[in-house]
């Protein structure tokens, strides 16, 4: 069992940067893939980025690649995003994610945060 709690939400001016954190629970959070996804509305959630076990490889979607960072301290049960050069189309509530089998896919997932959201205005 795995709780996740983020922190970092909020307005940011187009441009700017933003940090997202997720905190978990339990012993045995490098047995987890973790990853970020956003729901933006109207939309269907959509993959943001994902970080392996170990925080030795990581995957970002096109559409944030260059701009977004994904990473992880196993010894703090802590894995965060650091979003830069965000741009209005980035307004999305944000939720971190642990998967056992890992993937891009929101269904391989199988303990979510609360999902704050992140507003960019132009």
């Known amino acids: 069992q795995v709780h996740l709690v983020e922190s970092g939400g909020g307005l940011v001016q187009a441009g700017g940067s933003r940090r997202l954190s997720c905190a978990a629970s339990g012993r045995t959070f490098s047995t987890y893939v973790m990853g970020w996804f956003r729901q933006a509305p109207g939309k269907e959630r959509e993959f943001v980025a994902r970080?392996?076990?170990?925080?030795?490889?990581?995957n970002y979607a096109d559409s944030v690649k260059g701009r977004f960072t994904i990473s992880r301290d196993n010894a703090k049960n802590t894995v965060l995003l650091q979003m830069n050069s965000l741009k209005p189309e980035d307004t999305a509530v944000y939720y971190c994610?642990?998967?056992?089998?890992?993937?891009?896919?929101?269904?391989?997932?199988?303990?979510w945060g609360q999902g704050p959201q992140v507003t960019v205005s132009s």
């Open positions: 994610a642990a998967s056992l089998r890992g993937g891009s896919n929101y269904y391989s997932y199988d303990y």
């Open positions: 970080i392996n076990r170990t925080g030795a490889s990581t």
